[in-house]
């Protein structure tokens, strides 16, 4: 059982979430990666229900299925929401108060990372993500 607390860049929005961290990982998708204008992007999965905001937070629909939010006073990214898991809430890592218990496991959407990122951290790169995995019936993390 880990509480954890995490803010956006003005600390306008907070949010906390209690429980477990359900999985760690690294996206380099083309649509993590121009939501948050990054390289790629830290995410922690939290169980839905236990997870709680505060503050002046806009939610928008970024493709079929999914919500993202972000900060209305100073635009920070700060959650992905899927039907495809209706009882998770992925956090951007950097987001976190507490750095110290974020431990990614693996990068996920290898496939479409960016010429210029190499990573040498030893952790095993998927192809795709979780979405493609859970509906094939996979669990890759
Ligand atoms: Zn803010
Ligand atoms: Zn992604």
Known sequence: ???????????????????E?????LCHCED????????????????????????????YSSSPGVTRSYC??????????????PNETHLYAATLDQPELYNPTAHIFWSEHLPWVQIGDGLPKHEKGLQAAAKAGKVIL
């Open 1 to 19: 059982m880990v509480e954890m607390t995490g803010r956006c860049f003005c600390g306008a929005v907070n949010w906390r979430a209690s429980g």
């Open 21 to 25: 961290i359900l999985w760690a990982a």
């Open 72 to 85: 209305k006073d100073c635009g920070s990214p700060l959650s992905f929401e899927t039907e495809v898991f």
């Open 32 to 59: 993590c990666r121009r939501a948050a204008s990054s390289d790629y992007v830290s995410w922690l999965g939290v169980e839905r229900d236990k997870t709680e905001w505060q503050g002046p937070r806009k939610c």
